[in-house]
C-alpha cells in the first residue's frame, strides 16, 4: 500500500501554493515559479511558511522549487531559520567545508558544486567506479552533521546532470523487524580524511572550526548512531552511507563491511524509495541530510554549476521510543 498523497496537515501554510508528490514515499515539488522562497523570507507570516517548509522537507526527504531568483545571502538566511525554527541548537550554523577556501569568492560558507572546479569532484569517478559509488548524506564525518542543504543550480547542460536521492525512512522500514533490532543498537564510524589529503596535495588549510563548536580539528570522523531519529518528524531513519560510513563498531570487521555492504545495496538498489531530478536553470531543491541520501549523476560534459548551503543540526541521536514512518502513516509492510 503507498501512502495517501501529501496532506494539508504536513504542508500547512504551504497548502495555499500548489504542490506534488514527485513518488509516493520521497519528494515534493511546486511547480509555479509564482512560488519564491525569497519572498517567504520577508512575508508577514515569514517564521510559519519557514518553519512549515522545514516541516515538509523533513517529511518528503526533498522539496523542488522551480526558476528561483533567491540571491546568496538569501539562501544562507532560509538555511540558518530552517534549522532554528524547528530547535535545532543555538551553537549550530552554517557548515564551513573543510576543503572550502575562506577567500572563495561566495565566502565560506557557500560550497560550489561545479563540473569545472577540483574540489567537489575530488575523487568523483576518476577509477570509473559505478556510479551508485556515490550515494551519500553530507558531512556525516562531522560531530555535528547536517540538519538541511540547499542547492540552487545555475548553469546546466542540455541534457543529464540529473541528482537522485533515497528515502531513509522507507530505507529502515523495509528492513525486517529482527534486522531493525540489530541495528538499532549499532554505531557506526563516519569518515572524510580524504579531503585532508586532499587539502595537503592542494596546498590549502582545512577549515576549523567548520559552524559549530564540536566541528574543530583536521581529523574528519565521527561516531554516530546506525539508526538515527530525526526530531522534527519523530521518525526513525537509517544512517549510514557509502561515501562516508567505514565500520560499524560493535561488530568485527569483516561482519561490518558484510552489513555495510548490504545496507549500501538496499539504498541504491531499491529504485522505488528514490527520486530523480532533472533540473532547469535556478531550480532550488532543499533536503533533510539526516534521513535521506543523494548522488550526483556525472553523464555530460558540458559545464553545470551551483551553489549549495549546508546548515548543522544536532548530535545524531537514535530514541528508542520514536516511531516509524510507516507505523505513523498506516502502511503495511
Ligand atoms: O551535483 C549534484 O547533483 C549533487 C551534489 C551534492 O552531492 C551536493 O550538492 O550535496
Ligand atoms: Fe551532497
Redesign the pocket.
Known sequence: MSPAPTSDSVLGSLSVYNSYDKTPHIGTRFPDPAVQLSAFLTAPNSDELIKDLATLVSHRGVVFFSNQNINIEQQKELGTRLGELTGKPATSKLHRHPITVATAELGDEISV?SSKGALFRANVNKDKTRASNGWHA?ITFEPIPSDY?I?KMHTLPEVG?D?LWASGYEAYDRLSPVFKTFLEGLTARHDGNFFVKFAESAGIQVQDPRGAPENTGTDLSAIHPVIRTNPVTGYKALFVNKSFTKRIIELSSDESDWVLEYLFRHVAENHDMQVRYRWSKNDVAIWDNRSNF?T?THDYTQEREGN?VVSLGERPFFDPKSKSRREVLGLQN
Open positions: 558544486i553530507d542543504a542547492l546532470g541528482t543523494h550526483a549549495r
